[in-house]
């Protein structure tokens, strides 16, 4: 998605809608999310579902303002990498991994404090 609109000569209007969608669902997220839910337990399936509804939100905010430099993009990027974060993290425990945890859920997991005040 990031290189669609990254393009010189990105599109716009319908044109960015199609590509922007083709983007996301031509790399078989869905797909992906839909395996997880024959094989992983119930929080892996929820956080896989938190993810990819991070990229939709990721891919709306970018056909509504197609540039990273606006207002929305770092946030939706942020949360992204949160929610991709702590799904690896919720695996990694799923699989019995021990070791350091992934370095990138320190940075991007929301605290119990700032969690219950985004829930609200």
């Known amino acids: 998605m990031r290189s669609i609109v990254l393009r010189p000569d990105h599109p716009s209007g319908d044109a960015l809608f199609g590509e922007l969608h083709q983007a996301l669902d031509g790399a078989g ?9 024959l094989t992983a ?5 929820h956080l896989a579902e938190a993810a990819c509804d991070a990229l939709a939100v990721m891919r709306d905010g970018l056909i509504e ?4 430099r606006g207002d929305s993009y770092p946030i939706c990027r942020a949360e992204l990498w949160r929610e991709n974060a702590q799904l690896r993290e919720a695996m ?19 605290s119990d404090r700032s969690r219950s005040a985004t829930d609200s």
């Open 41 to 45: 337990p119930a929080e892996i399936i």
């Open 65 to 68: 303002e197609p540039h990273l």
């Open 29 to 37: 997220i869905w797909r992906l999310r839909q395996s997880l839910s």
């Open 92 to 110: 990694r425990r799923d699989l019995g991994m021990d070791g350091p945890a992934d370095p990138e859920v320190g940075q991007y997991r929301l």
